[in-house]
């Protein structure tokens, strides 16, 4: 089928000013998209204790379930068991997604040589853990805990926090959970 010449040029040039108008629309509004929200889910971490060449505690296992935290732990400790923690796990830290303890726990952070120390345990979260923890509770002997947000600040806060303020608010990256 052939489309006569006279009818090619004006359709041809209305894609031309409608790609124009697309290409001169204002490119703000892509700039301040949201990131996307995490799933809902919970997760858990196995650490060790002494520090590795990175600084950091070496993690012995480390996973998520859309279940429970007990199954989290399950999974990241490789091993099945009821929801009862095992006596050769402590648990550390608890991070909440709300302020206030609210929103559940969506990461745990347990010891493979019991509580904390005045060296403590050196924690680092998932990516989309870290955009949303808002609150913190420590235990066994875990009070305090040095952050690093997202936006490469770092600051020390005593445990339980109810809120963490802002740079920290939705931004802990890492954390260094101790007793002091």
Same mark, same amino acid.
């Given at each position: 089928m052939r489309v006569p010449r006279r009818l090619v040029a004006p359709a041809v040039a209305g894609c031309l000013a409608l790609a124009g108008a697309v290409a001169a629309a204002p490119a703000g509004s892509a700039q301040h998209r949201p990131l996307p929200v995490p799933d809902a889910r919970y997760c858990a971490a196995v650490v060790g204790h002494a520090p590795g060449a990175d600084g950091f505690?070496?993690?012995?296992?480390? /996973?998520? %379930?859309?279940? &429970?935290?007990?199954?989290a732990l399950a999974r990241a400790d490789g091993r099945t068991r009821a929801a009862e923690q095992p006596a050769d796990r402590t648990l550390l830290?608890?991070?909440?997604?709300d302020v206030d303890y609210g929103g559940g726990v969506i990461y745990a952070f347990y010891g493979d040589a019991g509580g904390c120390d005045a060296t403590g345990y050196?924690?680092?979260n998932y990516f989309d853990v /870290?955009? %949303?923890?808002? &609150?913190?509770?420590?235990?066994?002997?875990c009070n305090a805990a040095h952050l690093w947000s997202t936006l490469d600040v770092e600051k020390t806060v005593?445990?339980?926090?109810s809120a963490l303020g802002a740079n920290f608010n939705d931004a802990v990256r890492e954390?260094?959970?101790?007793?002091?």
């Open positions: 505690s070496p993690v012995l296992g480390r /996973a998520c %379930s859309p279940d &429970s935290l007990a199954d830290l608890e991070e909440f997604k050196h924690l680092v /870290a955009l %949303s923890v808002s &609150s913190m509770k420590g235990y066994n002997n005593d445990l339980p926090a954390l260094q959970v101790f007793h002091r």
